[in-house]
């Protein structure tokens, strides 16, 4: 079984919310920006080894965050799709340190909590299946799990793929988690809405 100091995570959250209308990293639930609560949730599992990866509103993001300092990278080519993200984050990470694996998160996804990351966690160690996927809304996604195997290919992805294509390129190594409020993460004014008068 392999050590908890292994695994990494990424945290995407170079979007512009442009649907929106503003910065969705920002916004408050339950007390705490997205951002922050995505930061927290993982970092039980995977300690100081995390990255944020910024974008659009990284100035503003990291004026606000001033007195909350988080590892960081910033994207100047966020507009190009989430996959320059990933690879710019898994990139940084990489040359810290040996790493085992990643857990892929994005952070505008309030109902992840560390129960999820755990799980994710979990059922790579007792499946030894390398791509651990949540499932929601028929669908594969994030947060995820992502094996060091397939970093090569992650890095030379293209386009705005992310890492899904990979879920679905290679189904024999794949396994998931059951995560039915993966389904929701905030893009409009109408998920804002919904998200305080949802009951979590």
């Excluded at 695994?7 to 920006?33: C, D, H, N, V, W």
């Excluded at 503003?60 to 100047?76: S, T």
């Amino acid at each position: 079984m392999r050590a908890m100091n292994d695994f990494a995570a990424i945290i995407l959250a170079a979007g512009a919310s442009t649907r929106l209308g503003q910065p969705k990293q920002l916004l408050e639930y339950q007390g705490k920006m997205l951002l922050q609560h995505a930061i927290e949730v993982v970092s039980p599992v995977v300690g100081q080894r995390l990255l944020v990866v910024l974008g659009a509103h990284a100035a503003k993001i990291l004026d606000v965050f001033q007195n909350y300092p988080f590892p960081y990278v910033i994207n100047e080519t966020w507009s190009d799709g989430m996959s320059t993200s990933l690879r710019l984050g898994l990139s940084a990470l990489l040359k810290e340190d040996a790493i085992d694996g990643i857990f892929l998160l994005v952070s505008d996804q309030p109902f992840v909590d560390t129960d999820v990351i755990t799980q994710l966690k979990n059922k790579h160690l007792s499946t030894n299946k390398k791509l651990i996927a949540s499932a929601y809304s028929d669908t594969l996604g994030v947060p995820a799990f992502i094996h060091r195997d397939y970093f090569e290919e992650l890095l030379s992805q293209q386009k705005d793929m992310g890492a899904k294509k990979l879920f679905f390129k290679y189904p024999e190594d794949v396994d998931t988690i059951s995560f039915p409020k993966g389904a929701f993460d905030v893009d409009t004014a109408e998920d804002v809405f919904r998200l305080k008068n949802v009951d979590s």
